[in-house]
């Protein structure tokens, strides 16, 4: 069997990843965690992957992880409190003229690895379903009434669920010459902000869960956290982008993908919970 990696297994998508390729059970799985006493890489472990400790920050430990391996898998994450945060891999700063500093390093990171000729298949996952339940959990404007503070307008976002990225690169890394080299942009749906909370006020009710309309300025104005106008800067490139994600394409990847009504439906207490507190 093939020896796989997933490095940043304590958060998804990375922990989605290894569980997919262990249920597959057609890979020799293994588990760089930075933590291997954390409870996702002891589930993990008990799952049947090899855990490994490994340091982001060593050359050397990021080598003995990776050695033997055939493939591998890793989503950077982003840090705010960091002069260079990272996540994304589109030259925002270069195309618009405004930076979204996590995609812009990104994108140098990837450019950098397709001139020394790596092998990869690129992932780009847009707006994860699970936001909706922390950072931009709907905001109270009213008895049971919510508003989404998300400057798209009426541009519609892309979205998918953390936990169907797993799947997706199982299939991905089965098929790796199909894939070898290219960009993969991820989608499970395709809906504006109004939209979003239509589908919300359908599964909420009587909770009724609308578009506040915010603007960009408005919305960098009253982000509370670090990054705010990154954040803002990156709704409105996804706004102005052109290139559209094959959402078609993504089912033929798994067909256990859930669109966003079927993701809301199997999450409908938690939501609860997440607005009533």
């Known amino acids: 069997m093939e020896r796989v990696v997933v490095l940043g297994v304590e958060e998804d998508p990375g922990y989605g990843v290894a569980l997919a390729l262990l249920q597959d059970g057609g890979f020799h799985v293994c588990v760089a965690a930075l933590d291997p006493g954390s409870p996702w890489a002891q589930e993990l472990g008990c799952a049947g992957a090899q855990v490994l400790p490994y340091h982001l920050n060593s050359t050397t430990g990021l080598q003995?992880?990776?050695s033997g391996a055939?493939?591998?898998f890793f989503a950077t994450k982003i840090d705010f409190t960091d002069l260079d945060p990272l996540k994304g891999a589109q030259h925002v700063q270069r195309r618009f003229g405004f930076p979204v500093r996590f995609m812009d390093a990104k994108a140098c990171i990837h450019d950098y690895m397709t001139e020394i000729g790596l092998r990869k298949t690129q992932l780009l996952i847009p707006f994860p379903f699970e936001d909706f339940l922390t950072t931009f959990l709907p905001k109270p404007?009213?008895?049971?009434?919510?508003?989404?503070?998300?400057?798209?307008g009426e541009t519609p976002m892309d979205g998918?669920?953390?936990r169907n990225v797993g799947p997706m690169v199982v299939s991905i890394m089965k098929n790796s010459h199909?894939?070898?080299?290219?960009?993969c942009l991820l989608s499970a749906d395709r809906l504006t902000i109004q939209e979003y909370a239509e589908t919300l006020s359908k599964y909420l009710a009587p909770r009724i869960i609308q578009d506040s309309r915010i603007s960009l300025k408005m919305f960098v104005e009253s982000y509370r956290g670090e990054g705010g106008q990154d954040i803002g800067n990156m709704f409105e490139f996804w706004r102005k982008d052109t290139q559209r994600r094959n959402i078609a394409e993504?089912?033929?990847l798994s067909s256990d993908i859930q669109?966003?009504?079927?993701?809301?439906?199997?999450?409908?207490?938690t939501f609860i919970t997440a607005l009533e507190k």
């Not at 199909?178 to 960009?183: I, L």
């Not at 669109?259 to 207490?269: D, G």
């Open 178 to 183: 199909k894939w070898m080299g290219k960009s």
């Open 141 to 152: 404007a009213g008895p049971n009434l919510y508003e989404i503070h998300i400057p798209m």
């Open 259 to 269: 669109t966003f009504s079927h993701w809301v439906s199997a999450n409908r207490e």
């Open 250 to 252: 993504m089912y033929s």
């Open 70 to 72: 055939c493939k591998c």
């Open 64 to 66: 003995e992880a990776l």
């Open 160 to 162: 998918i669920s953390l």
